[in-house]
């Protein structure tokens, strides 16, 4: 009894330890078709799009991937996107995407610069901020065992509160300037701005001034021809945001310009604004409704089509935006309509566009379009403009529409790969 008692406890220990190994087996081999160890050969292939980079200096201090020219080829595509702060730095949205690295999802990186950074200074803290971000993809590849981090810091090192004497707010100005000269014409051109901003997490001051003189001076064998075209442009804006998604503010703005008939306008609009897409993903996004309504009074240098040399209306305005950035391209449109309330018939409707597509590996287009349906020109003289005025363009002319449009093809097939720096002759 005892010895079938031991041959039945052993059949059961074997079938059990069989049982179990081939549980722990198929376990095992689940696990192997979800999650691979073993490293890709070569190194990551990377494609970067977005802004005008050092492709230079990043080759030279990121061999440890292989740059492509076609995102179709790549195993890491980054889209890089900038925007301006307060302190009238950049920062600089790194957005990773990846279709051959099955254990990562796509995530976004950030790195700033200051104003007062040299281009030296600029492109050292990208091209350090898209390495840090690669050390994932590079760690899944044979490249990891050449690689080593170091630690530059000091453990002492301790951090020092900062103090910012100026408050947020940031100063700028600037001035531009040309002159073209031949025998029998000579053009000026001047143009002045000054930019005052604060911006904090939850309010936006913009403060901004610009004036351009524009001289043109013709002269034939009996007659000297001269237009000087003068305008002055301000703008002020205080902006609350309210929530992820609510922001509102107040907008003033003074305006003239003797080619389009305007001693001066000044307006004084609240606006209110909705974004579709939380805030925090505007690099990747944005979908925004905005409206602002307020008044404006106007002034000109001769009796208007009219019959007013000065009055004061009220104008709305809607505006809508959209920006999406994918990995096969870039769609920006804005939408705005505005009218004079007290005729609604004076009003216009602007529609610009600006599409970057992919359509297949090696080849893109590109499109943009502007087109304006005008029917709010108050500000056009009575009088009539002399052939002299229009071919000087001392005066803006009638118009029911203006339309620009342009389109683009890139075509490029050969070698995926873009490592080489070569800046010989």
């Not at 095992?28 to 802004?51: A, C, M, R, W």
């Not at 009220?314 to 950035?325: A, N, P, T, V, Y």
Request: proline residues 2%.
């Amino acid at each position: 009894m005892i010895s079938k008692f031991i041959k039945l406890f052993f059949l059961f220990f074997i079938f059990g330890t069989v049982s179990s190994f081939a549980a722990d087996n198929g376990a095992l081999t689940k696990i192997k078709e979800n999650y691979s160890y073993d490293k890709k050969e070569g190194k990551p292939k990377v494609f970067i799009e977005g802004i005008r980079l050092d492709f230079d200096f990043m080759r030279r201090n990121m061999k440890f991937v292989d740059f492509v020219n076609d995102p179709a080829v790549a195993d890491v595509h980054i889209i890089i996107n900038q925007r301006v702060n307060g302190g009238g730095g950049l920062v600089y949205s790194l957005m990773y995407n990846t279709k051959t690295f099955e254990n990562f999802g796509d995530f976004t990186l950030t790195c700033t610069t200051s104003l007062s950074d040299t281009h030296e200074e600029r492109r050292k803290i990208i091209t350090d901020a898209i390495s840090m971000g690669l050390m994932p993809f590079a760690n899944q590849t044979e490249v990891a065992k050449k690689l080593s981090i170091h630690y530059r810091g000091k453990e002492d090192t301790k951090e020092i509160a900062t103090e910012d004497p100026w408050n947020n707010w940031t100063f700028r100005g600037g001035f531009n300037g040309s002159i073209n000269l031949e025998e029998s014409r000579k053009d000026f051109n001047y143009l002045y701005n000054l930019r005052v901003d604060k911006v904090t997490e939850d309010w936006r001051f913009r403060n901004f001034g610009r004036m351009s003189i524009r001289t043109r001076e013709y002269q034939n064998d009996k007659e000297a021809y001269r237009s000087e075209n003068i305008s002055k442009y301000i703008n002020s804006s205080v902006v609350k945001s309210l929530s992820t998604r609510w922001s509102a503010g107040i907008f003033a703005g003074y305006y003239s310009s003797n080619y389009s008939n305007t001693v001066y306008s000044v307006s004084l609009k609240p606006a209110i604004e909705y974004n579709i897409f939380p805030w925090d993903v505007s690099d990747r996004k944005v979908f925004t409704i905005a409206y602002n309504i307020g008044p404006q009074w106007k002034k000109y240098y001769e009796e208007t089509i009219y019959d007013k040399l000065k009055e004061g209306l009220w104008e709305q305005s809607l505006r809508l935006d959209l920006q999406l950035i994918k990995t096969w391209g870039e769609i920006e449109a804005g939408l705005d309509a505005s009218n004079y309330m007290h005729d609604f018939s004076k009003n216009q409707i602007t529609f610009d566009s600006d599409l970057s597509i992919r359509i297949v590996r090696g080849f893109s287009i590109n499109f943009n379009l502007k087109a304006e349906k005008i029917h709010d020109q108050i500000y056009l003289p009575k009088s009539e403009a002399s052939l002299e005025d229009i071919l000087l363009n001392r005066v803006k002319l009638p118009s029911a529409f203006e339309v620009f449009t342009g389109i683009g093809i890139r075509v490029q097939f050969g070698s995926i790969y873009n490592n080489i720096v070569n800046n010989r002759l």
